[in-house]
């Protein structure tokens, strides 16, 4: 059954008097910054050397060039005060994700072989984890791409076995989990 509204929720006068709320709210939402818009192209044409205006430049083409501008601004503005705040918590949020990354993959034959359930910080990771390079890797690489081994690097299987570019010497393989498109452009 559908709900009704009862006729005495609204009266005519008090829908009336809603419909010229409406009409009036949304005039001046879209009126106001129309009019500044076009107030601001007006200060920008009258300010402008001449010298610096295209001949082909007509008031439409000031407006837009205005309005186009004042947005990027603002989006700019917005972007590099995101991006400030987030690198005042940049190594906070480092070591979560690093701590996240060692807990998710704690039970793997490398989290294993590496002490992974232990690590309980960065400082602690850095102390335990020796720095390494493709060799360190490769038994465990070895295991995934020769013997299609699971939970060998990471819980799941591969999403796809990559090839570096060889640009150090030969072409290596590189086992792409399936989480790492999402930790990477996060």
């Not at 709210?25 to 106001?32: D, F, K, L, M, P």
């Not at 947005?71 to 400030?84: L, T, V």
């Amino acid at each position: 059954h559908a709900m009704s509204v009862p006729s005495f929720a609204f009266s005519s006068s008090q829908k009336g008097r809603w419909a010229r709320r409406a009409l009036y709210s949304t005039t001046a939402a879209i009126g106001i910054p129309l009019l500044a818009s076009l107030g601001y192209a007006e200060h920008n044409r009258r300010t402008t050397p001449q010298d610096e205006i295209g001949q082909s430049h007509t008031f439409r083409s000031i407006w837009y060039q205005s309005l186009t501008s004042a947005a990027m601004s603002y989006f700019g503005r917005r972007a590099r005060s995101e991006h400030e705040s987030s690198c005042l918590s940049a190594a906070s949020d480092n070591e979560a994700l690093l701590l996240s990354l060692l807990d998710r993959c704690r039970d793997t034959a490398y989290g294993l072989d590496h002490g992974f359930s232990s690590i309980q910080s960065r400082e602690a990771f850095r102390d335990s984890h020796p720095l390494t390079d493709h060799g360190h890797y490769r038994p465990y690489i070895d295991r995934v791409v020769r013997n299609g081994e699971e939970n060998v690097m990471f819980p799941e299987r591969p999403r796809m076995i990559g090839k570096t570019s060889g640009t150090s010497g030969t072409v290596k393989l590189v086992p792409v989990a399936p989480l790492q498109r999402k930790v990477f452009f996060a």
